[in-house]
């Protein structure tokens, strides 16, 4: 006290309670979100971790005992989680033709068409669409029996056009792959739509100046501007391609044995989250869907460190 005094200060004790408080206050705020995300997130993660050296009886973790690696020789000598693989991969092709798509939308846009604002809203509603009611609009327009893309190509080319894509495991790729496509480009073309209009315009006056071909304005002055944008949309469609499920699931509701974990003809449908799905939650069988957990993870990781490494050669940071 005397050394304030003979400053002439007088020390402000409420004033530090008061400081004190909203530190405590502060620090409980932040504890808060992150008990959850401990809670929720880090100790699954560890539980699902450490079953994967275990043999586990249905979801009692009382019963987990060392299994000396046997889940991992399960589930890497299992045909089904290869060709769990080999799907997902081909089905996340979807994502690199929505991307496309979704730039040719945009470059459309970009030209200022009248009404380009109206034809935005409509393109973006397919992507806050649910994923559910998707799936079942597609399914019925591709019923092989009274879906209207049979009846039109019946009206049109003969009984003979009529495609079984409950059966032919080709159609039935196909058919995801539409159902796809037609919902994920909204996204993109929002984010494309900001990207074009940041390019800087004078970019484009000097090159009419110069007699520049409209694929030569594309190539060297939008693609290098839009590129990080491009980056950022291939980064996260690669990783939304290689987690399929949703659509893949309510499909294989076309197949009787789908409450199997039958995804479709020769399970042309079986993406590597279906796998992860019916092994923990058909089959009980968690340990062998950790480990498929973990090695998709480990897919998705290769894939988007390449990407990120091979990001240089065509994108500007």
């Known amino acids: ?161 009529r495609v079984s894509w409950t ?20 996204y993109g073309i929002v984010m494309y739509k900001a990207a074009f209009d940041a390019v800087n315009p004078s970019l484009y006056e000097a090159s009419d100046i110069d007699g520049a071909s409209a694929w030569k304005k594309f190539w060297r002055i939008t693609f290098p501007s839009i590129a990080p944008t491009t980056f950022y949309l291939l980064m996260t469609g690669i990783i939304a391609g290689l987690q399929t499920f949703d659509i893949a699931k309510l499909f294989a509701s076309w197949s009787a044995d789908s409450w199997t974990g039958t995804a479709g003809p020769d399970n042309i449908g079986l993406t590597t989250v279906f796998y992860i799905y019916r092994e923990g939650t058909l089959y009980y069988n968690i340990p062998a869907a950790s480990v498929a957990s973990w090695g998709l993870f480990l897919v998705i990781l290769t894939l988007s460190l390449i990407n990120y490494k091979l990001r240089k050669r065509w994108v500007n940071v």
């Not at 450490?50 to 043999?55: P, V, Y």
């Not at 991969?89 to 690199?96: A, E, G, H, K």
């Not at 059966?167 to 909204?186: L, M, N, S």
Request: net charge neutral.
């Open 1 to 161: 006290m005397e050394k304030f005094a003979s400053h002439g200060l007088t020390p402000d004790l409420h004033a530090k309670k008061r400081v004190d408080g909203e530190k405590i206050f502060a620090y409980i705020c932040v504890c808060i979100p992150l008990f959850g995300f401990t809670m929720f997130s880090v100790v699954p993660l560890l539980i699902s971790l450490i079953s994967t050296f275990t043999t586990m009886e249905y979801y009692d973790l009382n019963t987990m005992t060392w299994n000396n690696f046997e889940t991992f020789k399960v589930v890497l000598s299992d045909d089904d989680f290869w060709k769990s693989l080999l799907v997902t991969l081909m089905l996340s092709m979807s994502q690199l033709i929505s991307l496309i798509v979704a730039l040719f939308i945009s470059f459309l846009l970009s030209k200022k068409p009248r009404g380009r604002k109206i034809f935005q809203i409509l393109f973006f509603i397919p992507y806050i669409c649910s994923s559910v009611a998707t799936a079942y609009m597609w399914m019925t327009m591709f019923d092989p029996n009274y879906g209207i893309i049979n009846s039109v190509l019946v009206a049109i080319f003969g009984e003979s056009a």
């Open 167 to 186: 059966a032919d495991p080709a159609a039935y790729v196909a058919a995801i792959i539409i159902t796809t496509v037609w919902q994920a480009p909204g």
